[in-house]
């Protein structure tokens, strides 16, 4: 009877458990000086597991296993998502969640343009940190600022290993009669050659010819910036020689009291509009040796040239500064007027506003909607001893639209940038206690940025995701970061952790953190320390410091974090995540993380309690108490993950993953169970991916797995295809087989989970539908007084999704 007692219950196995409707809340997209930061935030705790490609590309996929919170069967087939995407549109212009086996998710992010990145974790396992790096422009631009200048565009027809023939060339030509040529790029050792047509002055102009060249070539994209021809400010817009600037030294020195006084005799000539005073001024300063105050009276020159009408004489001067001064502390403000000149000049010569858009709201955005149902029939075979399950049972486990909006308005200025960021939705479920009882509304980021460029400084207020230093995810509060030297910043937060998007700010649970970061101007490497307190029903429920850094050389990054918990005195996380790219195209990485999961808090202590707050709590266990059962709800988990990579010919690339994780064991305390520890778990998984076989611009992955869980064994092949049919259209049919042996109750599971997805993509429209099923049959071996019976039990499980996404921007 106890066997199949335990037979019954691991009968849930072959079906979703109720978890989070999506895996996925946010996928938020900052643009910084130098990188832009891609923060991705997830409803439930993720295990990291590899990235593919390590570094560098277009696209990266980026592999994860859901935890135990996230209350998903690690043996089935997880359905696709479309999560929502605030902000960078120019940047990540597609982002979706796919499942290519059993019990994993594969999160795709598709970029304008190939990109350099790093990856990071953090503290928290319910979030993820993508860092994009700027390779592209190289030098000091304005915070949060687009290099939408002319020739900034160009348009990626088409890109292969091979030499373009003059016949495709001319064919590009004759198709959208604007000027074609040929790049070039390395990506892992490979040349590609790609077919592009510009440069193009003007983004509305790009984006047009965008539409266009789509239909002839369904796999084109926007690229800004990224090679010799559209990196050329001037190619588009011919620049007349500029005068000449004064020569330093070239006067003999003068004493420093008198330098001091021509400047300060030169602000008051500024200050009472005689320019033509503070020029001859300045310009004696100029022709001085260097001295502490020269970079200012280089930008005071430029200025006063300026607003005094020369306009030429005032771009030399702004041309010199950046020279001289590439990292001074005026340089960005000095760049953004030299741009303005740039474009009111190419306007006096064109007629048209090249840069209009900076001094103009512009606004970006998003609807989407998906509808998705989820259902299961387990039928039962005879048995030999009575019990109380049904032959058959039907389950809906979910049927439910989920509505998402995101909008994000952005004004750019001289002195302020403006920018609102909005994301939120709707979930109406159909399903009697479903897990949104109350159909709630979400809001996952509802908050207003106000950047000064002058004093480098930025301020964010209302509901917003960092998962920087020892931020934990969403919160509601204000974030304040002083750029106060070219390579120095000081962070701070302050506000409310939020748990639920569902819910109104929650003030009973505040923090206030605090971090320095230093980032070195063309260096390989960047760190930070940080520091964070927390309470929560007046307690203390997390004080922690902690240090996060990260080196990235030409064929190697590292990324490291620790956080230590000054109030329990014990360490919180500790990770290393690195790559590096060997001879023979080998590409390797290494993720070795112990952290504490969930992350250890006081409010730890109400797992497995019947309060839900710790003011209800303490009505029964003292101080002492609440913190000694926070530490023994708290276990530690370990894991380590290496990747290798490698490409085969040009169109195969083989990637072996090996996994181990262990949880420690949590003690049976003040009325909550033990938990035992488990043993250190491997997982080996051999994945080749494989594009053009069956069709130019198809994608198809072949994963094997072996390995063990907390139950049993585990072995699965997977078959997974992207394939063209006609225009816009990706069909992506896969098929799974799984077996699941040795488990507790001495019972085998084999599973066949075939599923398709279809989907359509132009432009700014994305549709797509899936429809998957699996069919699982599950023996019992038990063995009773009378011999060996064997008890069937048989699992149909049937799933269909369709979804759409909209965006725009002005």
Same mark, same amino acid.
């Given at each position: 009877?106890?066997?199949?007692?335990?037979?019954?219950?691991?009968?849930?196995?072959?079906?979703?458990?109720?978890?989070?409707?999506?895996?996925?809340? &946010?996928?938020?997209?900052?643009?910084?000086? %130098?990188?832009?930061?891609?923060?991705?935030?997830?409803?439930?705790?993720?295990?990291?597991?590899?990235?593919?490609?390590?570094?560098?590309?277009?696209?990266?996929?980026?592999?994860?296993?859901?935890?135990?919170?996230?209350?998903?069967?690690?043996?089935?087939?997880?359905?696709?998502?479309?999560?929502?995407?605030?902000?960078?549109?120019?940047?990540?212009?597609?982002?979706?969640?796919?499942?290519?086996?059993?019990?994993?998710?594969?999160?795709?992010?598709?970029?304008?343009?190939?990109?350099?990145?790093?990856?990071?974790?953090?503290?928290?396992?319910?979030?993820?940190?993508?860092?994009?790096?700027?390779?592209?422009?190289?030098?000091?631009?304005?915070?949060?600022? #687009?290099?939408?200048?002319?020739?900034?565009?160009?348009?990626?027809?088409?890109?292969?290993?091979?030499?373009?023939?003059?016949?495709?060339?001319?064919?590009?030509?004759?198709?959208?009669?604007?000027?074609?040529?040929?790049?070039?790029? &390395?990506?892992?050792?490979?040349?590609?050659?790609?077919?592009?047509?510009?440069?193009?002055?003007?983004?509305?102009?790009?984006?047009?010819?965008?539409?266009?060249?789509? #239909?002839?070539?369904?796999?084109?994209?926007?690229?800004?910036?990224?090679?010799?021809?559209?990196?050329?400010?001037?190619?588009?817009?011919?620049?007349?020689?500029?005068?000449?600037?004064?020569?330093?030294?070239?006067?003999?020195?003068?004493?420093?009291?008198?330098?001091?006084?021509?400047?300060?005799?030169?602000? =008051?000539?500024?200050?009472?509009?005689?320019?033509?005073?503070?020029?001859?001024?300045?310009?004696?300063?100029?022709?001085?040796?260097?001295?502490? !105050?020269?970079?200012?009276?280089?930008?005071?020159?430029?200025?006063?040239?300026?607003?005094?009408?020369?306009?030429?004489?005032?771009?030399?001067?702004?041309?010199?500064?950046?020279?001289?001064?590439?990292?001074?502390?005026?340089?960005?403000?000095?760049?953004?007027?030299?741009?303005?000149?740039?474009?009111?000049? =190419?306007?006096?010569?064109?007629?048209?506003?090249?840069?209009?858009?900076?001094?103009?709201? #512009?606004?970006?955005?998003?609807?989407?909607?998906?509808?998705?149902?989820?259902?299961?029939?387990?039928?039962?075979?005879?048995?030999?001893?009575?019990?109380?399950?049904?032959?058959? =049972?039907?389950?809906?486990?979910?049927?439910?639209?989920?509505?998402?909006?995101?909008?994000?308005?952005?004004?750019?200025?001289?002195?302020?940038?403006?920018?609102?960021?909005?994301?939120?939705?709707?979930?109406?479920?159909?399903?009697?206690?479903?897990?949104?009882?109350?159909?709630?509304?979400?809001?996952?980021?509802?908050?207003?940025?106000?950047?000064?460029?002058?004093?480098?400084?930025? =301020?964010?207020?209302?509901?917003?995701?960092?998962?920087?230093?020892?931020?934990?995810?969403?919160?509601?509060?204000?974030?304040?970061?002083?750029?106060?030297?070219?390579?120095?910043?000081?962070?701070?937060?302050?506000?409310?952790?939020?748990?639920?998007?569902?819910?109104?700010?929650?003030?009973?649970?505040?923090?206030?953190?605090?971090?320095?970061?230093?980032?070195?101007?063309?260096?390989?490497? !960047?760190?930070?320390?940080?520091?964070?307190?927390?309470?929560?029903?007046?307690?203390?429920?997390?004080?922690?410091?902690?240090?996060?850094?990260?080196?990235?050389?030409?064929?190697?990054?590292?990324?490291?974090?620790?956080?230590?918990?000054?109030?329990?005195?014990?360490?919180?996380?500790?990770?290393?995540?690195?790559?590096?790219?060997?001879?023979?195209?080998?590409?390797?990485?290494?993720?070795?993380?112990?952290?504490?999961?969930? &992350?250890?808090?006081?409010?730890?202590?109400?797992?497995?309690?019947?309060?839900?707050?710790?003011?209800?709590?303490?009505?029964?266990?003292?101080?002492?108490?609440?913190?000694?059962?926070?530490?023994?709800?708290?276990?530690?988990?370990?894991?380590?993950?290496?990747?290798?990579?490698?490409?085969?010919?040009?169109?195969?690339?083989?990637?072996?993953?090996?996994?181990?994780?262990?949880?420690?064991?949590?003690?049976?305390?003040?009325?909550?169970?033990?938990?035992?520890?488990?043993?250190?778990?491997?997982?080996?998984?051999? #994945?080749?991916?494989?594009?053009?076989?069956?069709?130019?611009?198809?994608?198809?992955?072949?994963?094997?797995?072996?390995?063990?869980?907390?139950?049993?064994?585990?072995?699965?092949?997977?078959?997974?295809?992207?394939?063209?049919?006609?225009?816009?259209?990706?069909?992506?049919?896969?098929?799974?087989?799984?077996?699941?042996?040795?488990?507790? !109750? %001495?019972?085998?599971?084999?599973?066949?989970?075939?599923?398709?997805?279809?989907?359509?993509?132009?432009?700014?429209?994305?549709?797509?539908?899936?429809?998957?099923?699996?069919?699982?049959?599950?023996?019992?071996?038990?063995?009773?007084?009378?011999?060996?019976?064997?008890?069937?039990?048989?699992?149909?499980?049937?799933?269909?999704?369709?979804?759409?996404?909209?965006?725009?921007?002005?």
């Amino acid at each position: 009877m106890g066997l199949l007692a335990a037979f019954a219950a691991g009968g849930a196995l072959a079906q979703i458990p109720a978890g989070p409707n999506r895996l996925v809340d &946010v996928i938020q997209v900052d643009e910084h000086d %130098n990188q832009v930061d891609v923060t991705m935030v997830f409803s439930c705790s993720m295990r990291f597991v590899t990235n593919v490609p390590a570094n560098e590309g277009r696209e990266v996929r980026i592999q994860f296993v859901p935890l135990a919170d996230c209350r998903v069967s690690p043996f089935n087939q997880i359905p696709a998502e479309i999560p929502p995407l605030s902000g960078g549109a120019n940047i990540v212009t597609a982002a979706r969640v796919e499942s290519l086996g059993p019990g994993q998710i594969t999160l795709i992010l598709s970029f304008a343009k190939n990109e350099r990145f790093v990856i990071a974790q953090g503290i928290d396992p319910r979030g993820l940190r993508l860092r994009l790096l700027d390779r592209a422009r190289g030098k000091v631009r304005v915070l949060g600022a #687009q290099d939408d200048s002319a020739s900034n565009f160009a348009i990626n027809l088409d890109s292969q290993p091979a030499p373009f023939s003059p016949e495709a060339i001319e064919v590009a030509h004759d198709r959208l009669r604007v000027p074609v040529f040929v790049s070039e790029v &390395v990506v892992d050792g490979v040349r590609w050659y790609r077919l592009r047509v510009g440069p193009i002055e003007r983004r509305s102009e790009a984006e047009r010819l965008l539409q266009l060249a789509l #239909q002839e070539y369904p796999r084109a994209w926007l690229a800004i910036g990224d090679d010799a021809v559209t990196s050329d400010a001037s190619a588009a817009t011919g620049q007349v020689p500029l005068p000449a600037v004064e020569r330093i030294g070239s006067d003999p020195a003068l004493p420093p009291e008198q330098l001091h006084q021509m400047l300060a005799d030169a602000r =008051a000539a500024m200050s009472a509009h005689n320019y033509p005073e503070a020029i001859a001024l300045l310009t004696k300063l100029q022709r001085q040796p260097e001295f502490p !105050d020269r970079a200012r009276a280089q930008e005071l020159l430029g200025l006063a040239r300026e607003r005094s009408g020369q306009l030429a004489h005032a771009k030399a001067e702004y041309e010199e500064y950046l020279r001289r001064y590439p990292h001074g502390e005026a340089a960005q403000r000095v760049e953004f007027r030299l741009k303005t000149l740039r474009a009111a000049e =190419a306007k006096a010569r064109t007629g048209r506003e090249v840069d209009a858009e900076s001094q103009r709201w #512009q606004v970006s955005g998003g609807f989407a909607q998906m509808f998705r149902y989820d259902g299961t029939r387990v039928t039962n075979g005879p048995s030999p001893v009575p019990t109380n399950l049904p032959s058959a =049972a039907d389950t809906t486990q979910d049927s439910a639209i989920f509505t998402d909006v995101d909008l994000l308005a952005r004004r750019r200025g001289e002195t302020f940038d403006w920018l609102g960021r909005f994301s939120g939705g709707y979930d109406k479920t159909f399903v009697p206690g479903g897990t949104n009882l109350g159909d709630p509304t979400r809001v996952s980021l509802a908050s207003i940025d106000v950047i000064d460029k002058h004093l480098g400084l930025l =301020a964010r207020v209302g509901r917003q995701v960092n998962n920087t230093g020892a931020i934990l995810g969403t919160f509601d509060g204000v974030f304040l970061s002083w750029q106060f030297q070219p390579s120095w910043a000081i962070d701070a937060a302050a506000g409310y952790p939020t748990d639920l998007l569902t819910a109104s700010p929650q003030t009973q649970h505040r923090f206030e953190s605090l971090s320095l970061a230093y980032a070195p101007r063309n260096a390989h490497w !960047d760190c930070s320390i940080f520091a964070i307190t927390q309470e929560y029903d007046g307690l203390k429920d997390r004080q922690a410091v902690g240090f996060e850094g990260r080196v990235l050389a030409s064929r190697a990054s590292l990324v490291a974090l620790i956080d230590y918990d000054t109030f329990y005195h014990l360490l919180n996380t500790a990770s290393l995540l690195g790559t590096v790219q060997l001879p023979a195209r080998w590409s390797l990485s290494l993720d070795a993380e112990r952290r504490n999961a969930p &992350v250890l808090t006081t409010s730890n202590a109400l797992i497995g309690q019947p309060v839900t707050n710790l003011s209800g709590l303490q009505e029964t266990l003292t101080l002492d108490q609440i913190y000694q059962a926070a530490r023994d709800r708290t276990p530690i988990t370990s894991n380590y993950n290496f990747t290798a990579t490698r490409p085969l010919g040009q169109r195969f690339q083989f990637t072996a993953v090996v996994s181990a994780t262990q949880t420690g064991a949590t003690p049976a305390s003040f009325g909550v169970n033990a938990q035992p520890a488990t043993a250190m778990l491997f997982n080996y998984q051999a #994945q080749l991916y494989g594009s053009n076989l069956w069709s130019k611009g198809d994608f198809n992955v072949l994963t094997l797995t072996h390995g063990d869980t907390e139950i049993g064994r585990m072995d699965s092949v997977s078959l997974t295809s992207r394939l063209p049919v006609g225009g816009a259209w990706r069909l992506a049919p896969r098929f799974t087989v799984q077996r699941l042996s040795e488990q507790n !109750d %001495n019972s085998s599971q084999t599973s066949y989970i075939p599923s398709a997805l279809l989907d359509w993509q132009r432009g700014n429209k994305l549709l797509q539908f899936e429809v998957g099923g699996e069919l699982g049959s599950r023996d019992a071996f038990l063995q009773l007084a009378n011999g060996q019976f064997v008890q069937t039990q048989k699992t149909t499980r049937y799933y269909a999704s369709l979804s759409y996404r909209l965006t725009f921007q002005n």
